[in-house]
């Protein structure tokens, strides 16, 4: 067996070494595909070992000098930041609050920004808590080039403040009127030199999106800020539009015909493409037998394509407040593959044995083509299955009964998961509801009832069913984990929700928090109490390795039911025709990129989700200045030295209500224990999950900051300010270019100062 090992450490560490990724590197070393097993464990035992280092994007690294730690940078609103370890170093103590992470002041950051991989080192320097501190020594990868901001001009120059919190600063963009830009225009930019604690950053610009304000702007602005590709480039259009001339529905080969099953779809109302349909029977014991139906996108998305490409690149559909930017073309997302009423559909399905009382005994799968007799949205099935709907009437008896059972075996699912330790938070889910110019309307929290779940489990039982049925073939695969919470966070947990007045039994079990989650739902501290377990639990991810999913409570888990929308639903539907094409010699997929290609697809989904999230928020924002929301009810979520975080309960946005802002009489301080902030003179409590009505203090768009302020009280007989109360809409013009020459001019003065004392 060849020592990659040694080769491995022989090319990243030579002079000269450009970083590469696994598939280049293994060739460089002089391996093959015969040889990829041994080279992948080489790898593995390298980084286990902290020999070698593979950042977010793949690129394999050396470790550099001994005391150098490669993490990631978070900074915060002064200008400082942490640097999160990609491994905790053994020499790094663990403090309380940051356990593991460094210190790093503005000075020593240099230009490192928010989600930069560096390296860095301890200094010799600690905080007032203990903490040790850090300095950046070198920036591995930066996490993005391209910012999104608002233009202005002051003193004959062009400037960008970039949207969010990025940066501090405005960046130079040079002279002005470029690419016929003009001032409160939003832009996209590309940084050439990033901004530090004495220098100014310069960029230039790349894009105009259009006037700040403008219908559409704010979509633009998040779609570029977050790197989401928008248009599909014309050849893959062409290589879609090839695939529709090509589909022969009459042609179903070796598919099984399910064309004259009883098969429906159930769906929100406003769903446009449709990737899962069901059937159920019972056979003469009182079996189960489910087929959960999934559009083949395997058959028309070929492995290595242009549109395989493309949609890996993707990685996932984008669902954005009135807009879906999907992972494959319309032709086939919305067309070909999707399983619409009365058209012959070709699926993968997956047909699952269950027992009476509703335990899975065999799982077989196959190529299929069907026709869905009758589609349903989410709000009709109720009734029907409930018999309390004239509806219902016009529904045949075979669908009726169909969906009578589908309810009967889904709660009896649903049963045995949560006996078995499953885990569900109740969060709220919120919609945004427009008017027909697409300009907001309101929010609603969207519904999951029992006609949600009865999809809900028929898919969960579909994806347990598929990865069990791989990992007893023993093949390699990309499985979708939720690794267990570490017992710091679980614990923590434990003391906010015993601040809250509830008793948590054991930390680490599902079914207490399960318990705990019932208990408090419907009371004022539900959304509290949820959002605080949530944090304290890791992330799901796409991996190869068998971490199990600790939510659902199975050691065998994987993504099969939306291949529309999702890249590794694709993976899965395509080792399921190695299977079937090859019962015995399939192997599964390669280990070579595997775990690559799931931390690549992991990254697209929380792009995807934080796009939405941010959106979301600017969305409802400019709602609220567009309304004058002068006053908000809302729960406080969470409590800080600096003040209390408070959001909404009828418009799900979250502000800060500054520690300054509780009162000036009184001196108020951070109880932790008690998750409060008390005053000290006349003992006013503030507590995580208290009802609170606030006043809008302040609204920056281009932050994405919201600050409350307590209600004033009443003043009879004196006249009110004009505009006591209300949100700040845009500043005058000459307030606003006042503003931006002084941070300009003060950071001009910082280079100025630096360059009197070179």
Same mark, same amino acid.
């Given at each position: 067996?060849?020592?990659?090992?040694?080769?491995?450490?022989?090319?990243?560490?030579?002079?000269?070494?450009?970083?590469?990724?696994?598939?280049?590197? !293994?060739?460089?070393?002089?391996?093959?595909?015969?040889?990829?097993?041994?080279?992948?464990?080489?790898?593995?035992?390298?980084?286990?070992?902290?020999?070698?280092?593979?950042?977010?994007?793949?690129?394999?690294?050396?470790?550099?000098?001994?005391?150098?730690?490669?993490?990631?940078?978070?900074?915060?609103?002064?200008?400082?930041?942490?640097?999160?370890?990609?491994?905790?170093?053994?020499?790094?103590?663990?403090?309380?609050?940051?356990?593991?992470?460094?210190?790093?002041?503005?000075?020593?950051?240099?230009?490192?920004?928010?989600?930069?991989?560096?390296?860095? *080192?301890?200094?010799?320097?600690?905080?007032?808590?203990?903490?040790?501190?850090?300095?950046?020594?070198?920036?591995?990868?930066?996490?993005?080039?391209?910012?999104?901001?608002?233009?202005?001009?002051?003193?004959?120059?062009?400037?960008?403040?970039?949207?969010?919190?990025?940066?501090?600063?405005?960046?130079?963009?040079?002279?002005?009127?470029?690419?016929?830009?003009?001032?409160?225009? &939003?832009?996209?930019?590309?940084?050439?030199?990033?901004?530090?604690?004495?220098?100014?950053?310069?960029?230039?610009?790349?894009?105009?999106?259009?006037?700040?304000?403008?219908?559409?702007?704010?979509?633009?602005?998040?779609?570029?800020?977050?790197?989401?590709? =928008?248009?599909?480039?014309?050849?893959?259009?062409?290589?879609?539009?090839?695939?529709?001339?090509?589909?022969?529905?009459?042609?179903?080969?070796?598919?099984?015909?399910?064309?004259?099953?009883?098969?429906?779809?159930?769906?929100?109302?406003?769903?446009?493409?449709?990737?899962?349909?069901?059937?159920?029977?019972?056979?003469?014991?009182?079996?189960?037998?489910?087929?959960?139906?999934?559009?083949?996108?395997?058959?028309?998305?070929?492995?290595?394509?242009?549109?395989?490409?493309?949609?890996?690149?993707?990685?996932?559909?984008?669902?954005?407040?009135?807009?879906?930017?999907?992972?494959?073309?319309?032709?086939?997302?919305?067309?070909?593959?999707?399983?619409?009423?009365?058209?012959?559909?070709?699926?993968?399905?997956?047909?699952?044995?269950?027992?009476?009382?509703?335990?899975?005994?065999?799982?077989?799968?196959?190529?299929?083509?069907? &026709?869905?007799?009758?589609?349903?949205?989410?709000?009709?099935?109720?009734?029907?299955?409930?018999?309390?709907?004239?509806?219902?009437?016009?529904?045949?008896?075979?669908?009726?009964?169909?969906?009578?059972?589908?309810?009967? !075996?889904?709660?009896?699912?649903?049963?045995?998961?949560?006996?078995?330790?499953?885990?569900?938070?109740?969060?709220?889910?919120?919609?945004?509801?427009?008017?027909?110019?697409?300009?907001?309307?309101?929010?609603?929290?969207?519904?999951?009832?029992?006609?949600?779940?009865?999809?809900?489990?028929?898919?969960?039982?579909?994806?347990?069913?598929?990865?069990?049925?791989?990992?007893?073939?023993?093949?390699?695969?990309?499985?979708?984990?939720?690794?267990?919470?570490?017992?710091?966070?679980?614990?923590?947990?434990?003391?906010?929700?015993?601040?809250?007045?509830?008793?948590?039994?054991?930390?680490?079990?599902?079914?207490?928090?399960?318990?705990?989650?019932?208990?408090?739902?419907?009371?004022?501290?539900?959304?509290?109490?949820?959002?605080?377990? =949530?944090?304290?639990?890791?992330?799901?991810?796409?991996?190869?390795?068998?971490?199990?999913?600790?939510?659902?409570?199975?050691?065998?888990?994987?993504?099969?039911?939306?291949?529309?929308?999702?890249?590794?639903?694709?993976?899965?539907?395509?080792?399921?025709?190695?299977?079937?094409?090859?019962?015995? &010699?399939?192997?599964?997929?390669?280990?070579?990129?595997?775990?690559?290609?799931?931390?690549?697809?992991?990254?697209?989904?929380?792009?995807?989700?934080?796009?939405?999230?941010?959106?979301?928020?600017?969305?409802?924002?400019?709602?609220?200045?567009?309304?004058?929301?002068?006053?908000?009810?809302?729960?406080?979520?969470?409590?800080? *030295?600096?003040?209390?975080?408070?959001?909404?309960?009828?418009?799900?946005?979250?502000?800060?209500?500054?520690?300054?802002?509780?009162?000036?009489?009184?001196?108020?301080?951070?109880?932790?224990? &008690?998750?409060?902030?008390v005053g000290e003179r006349t003992g006013q409590e503030y507590r995580v999950g208290d009802l609170l009505t606030v006043e809008v203090e302040k609204i920056d768009l281009d932050r994405r900051e919201l600050d409350f302020r307590l209600p004033r009280p009443k003043q009879y007989g004196k006249t009110k300010k004009k505009g006591s109360g209300a949100p700040e809409k845009r500043a005058p013009a000459g307030a606003a270019k006042s503003k931006k020459k002084e941070s300009v001019r003060k950071a001009k003065s910082k280079k100025t100062r630096k360059k009197k004392r070179k």
């Amino acid at each position: 067996m060849p020592d990659f090992e040694k080769k491995i450490l022989d090319y990243v560490n030579r002079t000269g070494y450009t970083p590469v990724r696994e598939k280049a590197l !293994l060739k460089k070393v002089g391996g093959s595909k015969s040889s990829s097993p041994e080279f992948e464990q080489a790898m593995a035992s390298l980084r286990s070992r902290k020999e070698i280092l593979i950042s977010d994007s793949g690129l394999i690294r050396p470790v550099k000098k001994e005391g150098w730690i490669a993490g990631t940078i978070k900074k915060t609103n002064s200008g400082a930041g942490y640097l999160i370890p990609h491994h905790k170093p053994d020499d790094i103590a663990h403090d309380q609050r940051h356990a593991g992470d460094l210190y790093i002041s503005e000075r020593d950051l240099g230009d490192a920004q928010t989600g930069d991989e560096v390296y860095a *080192t301890a200094i010799n320097r600690q905080r007032s808590g203990g903490q040790i501190c850090g300095r950046v020594v070198e920036i591995i990868e930066r996490a993005s080039t391209t910012f999104v901001g608002t233009y202005f001009e002051t003193q004959g120059e062009g400037y960008v403040h970039v949207d969010g919190k990025i940066f501090n600063s405005p960046i130079h963009v040079g002279d002005p009127g470029a690419k016929g830009v003009r001032s409160e225009d &939003k832009v996209v930019i590309d940084i050439l030199h990033f901004p530090s604690k004495n220098y100014l950053g310069q960029g230039v610009i790349a894009k105009v999106l259009g006037p700040h304000g403008k219908a559409g702007v704010d979509l633009l602005s998040i779609i570029y800020e977050f790197g989401i590709p =928008l248009d599909f480039p014309e050849e893959v259009l062409a290589e879609a539009r090839e695939q529709a001339s090509l589909f022969d529905e009459t042609k179903l080969g070796n598919r099984r015909d399910l064309t004259r099953e009883t098969i429906v779809t159930i769906d929100p109302a406003d769903a446009r493409d449709f990737d899962d349909a069901i059937s159920l029977t019972r056979d003469e014991k009182g079996h189960w037998l489910l087929g959960v139906h999934i559009a083949d996108v395997a058959h028309f998305v070929k492995e290595g394509s242009l549109l395989d490409r493309e949609a890996k690149h993707r990685g996932t559909s984008v669902y954005l407040p009135g807009r879906v930017i999907p992972m494959l073309p319309e032709i086939i997302s919305n067309g070909l593959a999707s399983l619409q009423e009365g058209q012959v559909r070709f699926t993968k399905s997956a047909f699952i044995e269950f027992t009476p009382e509703g335990i899975p005994v065999h799982t077989e799968f196959a190529n299929t083509a069907i &026709k869905v007799q009758q589609r349903f949205a989410y709000e009709q099935v109720l009734p029907i299955v409930q018999e309390r709907d004239e509806e219902g009437k016009h529904v045949s008896a075979e669908v009726r009964e169909l969906l009578k059972n589908m309810y009967q !075996l889904a709660m009896m699912l649903r049963g045995r998961r949560f006996s078995a330790g499953a885990l569900e938070l109740h969060l709220a889910e919120v919609k945004l509801t427009f008017d027909d110019k697409h300009r907001v309307t309101g929010a609603v929290e969207r519904e999951h009832d029992e006609s949600h779940q009865i999809i809900e489990e028929f898919m969960l039982a579909a994806n347990i069913s598929i990865a069990e049925a791989f990992h007893d073939r023993g093949l390699r695969f990309l499985r979708r984990v939720h690794p267990s919470p570490e017992m710091p966070r679980q614990l923590a947990f434990a003391e906010f929700a015993n601040a809250l007045g509830f008793t948590l039994n054991k930390v680490q079990s599902r079914k207490d928090l399960q318990k705990l989650v019932n208990e408090v739902h419907g009371t004022p501290v539900e959304q509290a109490i949820n959002y605080a377990l =949530l944090r304290s639990l890791k992330q799901a991810e796409y991996t190869d390795e068998e971490l199990g999913h600790y939510a659902l409570a199975v050691d065998h888990y994987c993504h099969f039911t939306s291949p529309i929308r999702r890249y590794p639903d694709l993976t899965v539907h395509r080792m399921i025709d190695e299977i079937l094409e090859r019962p015995d &010699k399939g192997k599964g997929q390669s280990p070579q990129g595997l775990r690559q290609l799931g931390h690549e697809l992991s990254l697209r989904e929380r792009r995807a989700e934080s796009a939405e999230r941010e959106l979301t928020k600017v969305k409802l924002l400019t709602w609220m200045i567009d309304n004058n929301i002068r006053t908000l009810e809302t729960m406080i979520t969470g409590v800080e *030295t600096f003040g209390m975080f408070c959001r909404g309960t009828d418009v799900p946005v979250e502000g800060l209500l500054h520690i300054s802002r509780l009162g000036k009489h009184d001196y108020f301080h951070q109880e932790v224990p &008690k998750f409060s902030i008390v005053g000290e003179r006349t003992g006013q409590e503030y507590r995580v999950g208290d009802l609170l009505t606030v006043e809008v203090e302040k609204i920056d768009l281009d932050r994405r900051e919201l600050d409350f302020r307590l209600p004033r009280p009443k003043q009879y007989g004196k006249t009110k300010k004009k505009g006591s109360g209300a949100p700040e809409k845009r500043a005058p013009a000459g307030a606003a270019k006042s503003k931006k020459k002084e941070s300009v001019r003060k950071a001009k003065s910082k280079k100025t100062r630096k360059k009197k004392r070179k």
